[in-house]
């Protein structure tokens, strides 16, 4: 019986640092030319690799998506649920969701555009359940911080919370369609001017 040879030396895991370089630039390409019409070859070119080269990191296209994906979403549910958690009143609760939103755009800026043009085609497969349930619950975050506020008389009496939800959500979140780190303001700025605009709107005058 032949001898095996046990000094032979295991095929060494790439480093993680490459990994996430792999992940950065496949966002960036998902989010420019969309999930379906992404291609692993596309990836990899923008990646300066060969496409065989990139399966030794990711089994698929889907895997790589799922893992922008759920980063993006784990840290924005950290920094949400501590902010819910804090228990501060109705205004500084959505001045504060607001500003952690925008900082998630600063990070993520193409996560979050994948996100909003990909969701409800990604739901429509098993591995992207979790979109749905993310979706559930960031309604109901908002939704139960505006209510708190009418119920206070922080915010107006009349106030439609489900529109005014919808236009918080929409208003904030498109702004990853413009908006680039490093620009001339920060994302803490942009949620000051964005929330006096806002917030004017639907507080109780005195």
């Given at each position: 019986?032949?001898?095996?040879?046990?000094?032979?030396?295991?095929?060494t895991?790439?480093?993680?640092?490459?990994?996430?370089?792999?992940?950065?630039?496949?966002?960036?390409?998902?989010?420019?030319?969309?999930?379906?019409a992404?291609t692993v070859r596309r990836?990899?070119d923008e990646?300066?690799?060969?496409?065989?080269?990139?399966?030794?990191?990711?089994?698929?296209?889907?895997?790589?998506?799922?893992e922008?994906?759920?980063?993006?979403?784990?840290e924005?549910?950290?920094?949400?649920?501590?902010?819910l958690?804090a228990?501060?009143?109705?205004?500084?609760?959505?001045?504060?969701?607001?500003?952690?939103?925008?900082?998630e755009?600063?990070?993520h800026?193409?996560?979050?555009a994948?996100?909003?043009?990909?969701?409800?085609?990604?739901?429509s497969?098993?591995r992207?359940?979790?979109?749905?349930?993310?979706?559930q619950?960031?309604e109901?975050a908002?939704l139960?911080?505006?209510?708190?506020?009418?119920?206070?008389?922080?915010?107006?009496?009349?106030?439609d919370?489900?529109?005014?939800?919808r236009?918080?959500?929409?208003?904030?979140?498109?702004?990853?369609?413009?908006?680039?780190?490093?620009?001339?303001?920060?994302?803490?700025?942009?949620?000051?001017?964005y929330?006096?605009?806002?917030?004017?709107?639907?507080?109780v005058?005195?």
């Amino acid at each position: 019986m032949p001898k095996v040879n046990s000094s032979k030396k295991k095929a060494t895991p790439p480093p993680p640092e490459r990994r996430q370089e792999i992940l950065a630039t496949a966002a960036e390409v998902f989010a420019a030319q969309g999930y379906n019409a992404t291609t692993v070859r596309r990836i990899a070119d923008e990646a300066g690799m060969l496409a065989g080269s990139l399966y030794y990191h990711f089994d698929s296209k889907e895997s790589m998506v799922d893992e922008i994906l759920t980063t993006f979403l784990d840290e924005l549910w950290e920094r949400y649920d501590a902010v819910l958690a804090a228990g501060s009143g109705p205004r500084e609760t959505i001045e504060a969701l607001v500003t952690e939103s925008f900082r998630e755009i600063d990070r993520h800026r193409a996560a979050v555009a994948i996100y909003q043009k990909e969701s409800k085609h990604l739901q429509s497969l098993p591995r992207f359940a979790y979109l749905a349930d993310s979706q559930q619950k960031f309604e109901h975050a908002w939704l139960g911080t505006l209510e708190r506020g009418v119920a206070t008389h922080t915010f107006r009496a009349d106030l439609d919370v489900r529109l005014t939800y919808r236009f918080v959500r929409d208003t904030v979140w498109v702004a990853a369609s413009w908006y680039r780190p490093g620009g001339q303001h920060s994302p803490e700025e942009i949620a000051r001017q964005y929330l006096s605009m806002v917030l004017e709107g639907i507080a109780v005058r005195t």
